[in-house]
């Protein structure tokens, strides 16, 4: 089992700035792919940014150039640093992290998900 814990949502003028960040913890013995991902009110959840173990990035175009996905894996937790809010930014952000446990000599693969933190933009 790895739990996900985010962190450093709230609220935020449009223009401001929010970092995320996302800790996992339990028998982790690799992480593969780790992102965020957001669902706004009446929608389904999308995909925001991901980052792989070796650092490459994707992100939704909707996203492209304001928000940066980064990772330290010694701490196995991953930040989403968002610039230039937008209103339209309002979601809860959702973490996701998918690799291998390691238990008693025991290998598993793993896809966890975070709780959810809220994130609002508005004046």
């Known amino acids: 089992q790895v739990q996900l814990v985010e962190s450093g949502g709230g609220l935020v003028q449009p223009g401001g700035s929010l970092r995320l960040s996302c800790a996992a913890s339990?028998?982790?013995?690799?992480?593969?792919?780790m992102g965020w991902y957001r669902r706004a009110p009446g929608k389904q959840r999308e995909l925001v940014a991901t980052?792989?173990?070796?650092?490459?990035?994707d992100y939704a175009d909707s996203v492209k150039d304001r928000f940066t996905i980064s990772r330290d894996n010694a701490k196995n937790t991953v930040y989403l640093q968002m610039n230039s809010l937008k209103p339209e930014d309002t979601a809860v952000y959702y973490c996701?992290?998918?690799?291998?446990?390691?238990?008693?000599?025991?290998?598993?693969?793993?896809?966890?998900w975070g709780q959810g933190t809220q994130v609002t933009v508005s004046s």
């Open positions: 339990g028998h982790i013995f690799s992480i593969n792919t």
């Open positions: 980052i792989t173990g070796i650092g490459s990035t």
């Open positions: 996701n992290a998918d690799g291998s446990t390691k238990n008693n000599y025991i290998y598993r693969p793993f896809n966890s």
